[in-house]
């Protein structure tokens, strides 16, 4: 009876073995290059099975400091990856179907140990390209490396550099995470929290979700600290903060809609994947600019003199109209019959 698992352990391991096999249809890793000249940013998105993004751009730029071109038919990483994953999201579930608590450290433990080996032989990667350089490359700087970090930021020469995980490491992370909750249940660790088959489910449930979303919201504002992208005054009143979010992940953050809608139109729109707006009702909370109502008018005083107050419902919208003696209009009027340049309103300073 000892090798009977309770049915968190196998719930665990199931949604271990989806985490893990979700990963192979999503990039596992990131690096973002960000650059005066590139004010939108460059990517390269790791999946198992290749390197895409803007390989061609960076290659290019690569050629310049001697850095080798990255071809995802020169690393046998991406030949062999896709099968060790799939044959751990296997590994997972059978060990869940034919349980016994010996085979479930096992294989944390030898999951563990690859997740090891693979961040070292992905450093060892980064290493290479960015140490062997071409001694006759067009731009040589004595002493200098161009190896991106494993993860966070690092400045190269006027480059920026962040590595991240990207949805799929994230994934596998949270793969990580549930066969651990498995071990301390079978180890009598989490006995105490008693819980029935239900919440179990429920957790197990609510950690693939959590590990497989990602976040696809809007990053929180720092107000008084963080600068607005187009005038660099820092953001001090919530109700007028706006934030872009990429296509490839890059935040931008405003002060007022006359910034960002200025910003916007050096950006090009084509590349924005969300917009987010302060809610005019609340001090300090970010809206999607979309689905938001707005009003427009120089009595509102906003920091920059857009003068642009945003509601999550019309109702509230035109109640606050009503007091100007105008009309509450969506973000496709606002963004298509007010042009950046129109948003002031004799702000005083």
């Known amino acids: 009876m000892e090798n009977k698992p309770s049915l968190i352990s196998r719930a665990l391991l199931f949604a271990a073995a989806i985490s893990l096999a979700a990963s192979l249809f999503v990039p596992i890793w990131s690096i973002y290059l960000d650059a005066p000249q590139y004010p939108e940013g460059l990517s390269l998105r790791i999946w198992a099975h290749k390197i895409a993004g803007d390989v061609d751009i960076i290659n290019g730029l690569n050629h310049y400091i001697g850095m080798k071109t990255l071809h995802t038919a020169d690393f046998m990483e991406f030949t062999v990856l896709p099968y060790i994953i799939l044959f751990f999201a296997l590994l997972f579930a059978a060990t869940a179907f034919f349980f016994r608590k010996r085979r479930l450290y096992i294989v944390f433990a030898a999951f563990v140990l690859f997740g090891i080996v693979a961040m070292i032989d992905f450093w060892k990667w980064e290493y290479d390209y960015g140490h062997h350089l071409d001694p006759n490359a067009a731009i040589k700087v004595p002493g200098m490396a161009y190896q991106p970090p494993l993860i966070g930021f690092k400045q190269l020469l006027n480059f920026g550099a962040y590595s991240i995980p990207a949805a799929g490491g994230w994934l596998f992370v949270g793969a990580g995470v549930l066969l651990l909750i498995a071990v301390l249940t079978e180890a009598g660790v989490l006995a105490k929290f008693r819980l029935n088959a239900k919440s179990a489910t429920a957790v197990a449930s609510l950690l693939v979700l959590l590990t497989s979303c990602g976040n696809n919201g809007p990053e929180p504002v720092a107000l008084h600290k963080d600068a607005c992208d187009f005038c660099k005054m820092s953001i001090s009143d919530g109700r007028f903060m706006g934030e872009v979010v990429t296509r490839k992940g890059r935040v931008y953050k405003f002060d007022d809609m006359h910034c960002l809608l200025n910003y916007l139109s050096g950006l090009g729109k084509e590349h924005i994947g969300n917009y987010y707006t302060g809610n005019f009702e609340k001090e300090h909370e970010l809206i999607d600019a979309t689905t938001a109502w707005y009003v427009v008018h120089a009595s509102l005083r906003s920091p920059m003199g857009g003068n642009i107050a945003a509601f999550t419902t ?28 129109s948003l002031h309103y004799g702000h005083e300073h």
């Open 314 to 341: 019309k109702s509230a919208a035109d109640a606050q109209a009503s007091r100007y003696g105008t009309s509450a209009v969506d973000w496709k009027t606002l963004t298509t019959a007010v042009s950046p340049d």
